[in-house]
């Protein structure tokens, strides 16, 4: 699976944006996908996770309530809506995917597939 992000740019704090990935094989054979960003000398964290069949979901704290992740399995994308952006909010996001069915996918090391990272840039 290659994974494909995009969407990335320079935004206001306040403004909304919009991340894309796009995956290069059918999603069928994907256990879950999520988002993570990592911000200069932090660690890469997971911020949102979405089970690809059912479509249960898992946010980051600090995103909650402000990005919404979710999949289209005929378009074989992910996608991360992020409204209200802070300037703590900007880092390098990247989408990745589980591809083992039934496990984990809240921890970085669960995850098999990674894109290319997308900055993000808010500021005040």
């Known amino acids: 699976v290659q994974l494909q992000a995009s969407g990335g740019g320079l935004v206001q704090a306040g403004d909304s944006l919009s991340l894309s990935c796009a995956a290069s094989?059918?999603?069928?054979?994907?256990?879950?996908a999520g988002w993570f960003r990592q911000a200069p000398g932090k660690e890469r964290e997971l911020i949102a996770a979405?089970?690809?069949?059912?479509?249960?979901?898992l946010y980051e704290d600090s995103v909650k309530g402000r990005f919404a992740i979710s999949r289209d399995g005929v378009k074989n994308t992910v996608s991360l809506q992020m409204n209200a952006l802070r300037p703590e909010d900007t880092a390098v996001y990247y989408c990745?995917?589980?591809?083992?069915?039934?496990?984990?996918?809240?921890?970085?090391?669960?995850?098999?597939?990674w894109g290319q990272g997308t900055l993000v840039t808010v500021s005040s």
């Open positions: 990745a995917a589980v591809s083992k069915y039934g496990g984990s996918y809240s921890k970085t090391g669960d995850y098999d597939y």
């Open positions: 094989t059918r999603t069928l054979y994907m256990y879950a």
């Open positions: 979405i089970r690809w069949r059912s479509g249960v979901t």
